[in-house]
């Protein structure tokens, strides 16, 4: 039986986000379920207008998700929930790059427009493809790198690798910080933030046995 070693190594960068993505909660409450959705429709394309007006294709708004809710109201005395007409939702996300002028332009317009239309903000990685070929490069070279050292420890030498176990798993190229901007706060505000997000770790591992002697 062939003796064996076994080692896990692990890819790491740290990239500075390059992209922003606003998440957009796009809501209205009306009595007809009709009434909710043309409001909803009508808000839809006012951000679409919006955005189409700070430079950016209107197409770059993107739609995740559209649900209408009945609302209610709980009556304490009668111990029951009365109805209350309907919420629709139109989840939407819009990507661009991470310019600051650009930025406090889409949030400007949004705030003069709308009283009612909160968001978050997240940073991420435009075009990841690249890194993950890289973050899969490190670690490939960090358990080699690995497995020479204990080799040598231990007295024996690397031969032909056997096997590579490579999980296909999904990476996050998304900050892990999260603003969540009020329209109504901002339109206080005399002047707009500026983005400074902090650097996205990626990890991937790779697993390589190596037959030795």
Not at 37 to 48: P, S, Y
Not at 153 to 161: F, M, Q, R, Y
């Amino acid at each position: 039986m062939e003796r064996t070693i076994h080692i896990t190594g692990k890819g790491y960068l740290k990239e500075t986000p390059d992209q922003i993505r606003f998440s957009f909660d796009v809501k209205d409450h009306q009595w007809e379920y009709g009434d909710a959705i043309d409001r909803v429709n009508t808000k839809v394309e006012l951000l679409k207008e919006l955005v189409n007006t700070a430079g950016i294709e209107r197409s770059a708004v993107k739609s995740t998700s559209f649900s209408i809710d009945k609302s209610t109201t709980y009556d304490e005395k009668k111990k029951l929930y009365n109805f209350n007409g309907y919420i629709a939702t139109h989840k939407m996300i819009l990507r661009i790059p991470l310019n600051n002028d650009l930025i406090n332009r889409v949030i400007k317009l949004i705030t003069e427009h709308f009283s009612d239309l909160d968001f978050r903000i997240k940073f991420e990685i435009a075009d990841p493809r690249n890194k993950e070929a890289e973050l899969i490069e490190n670690a490939v070279q960090n358990a080699r790198e690995n497995a020479e050292i204990l080799a040598k420890a231990s007295g024996v030498k690397l031969k032909e690798i056997q096997r590579i176990d490579y999980s296909f798993s999904e990476i996050s190229y998304i900050s892990r910080s999260e603003f969540e901007v009020e329209t109504s706060y901002l339109m206080e505000a005399t002047t707009m933030s500026e983005f400074t997000p902090d650097d996205i770790e990626l990890n991937k591992n790779v697993s390589i046995t190596w037959i030795i002697e």
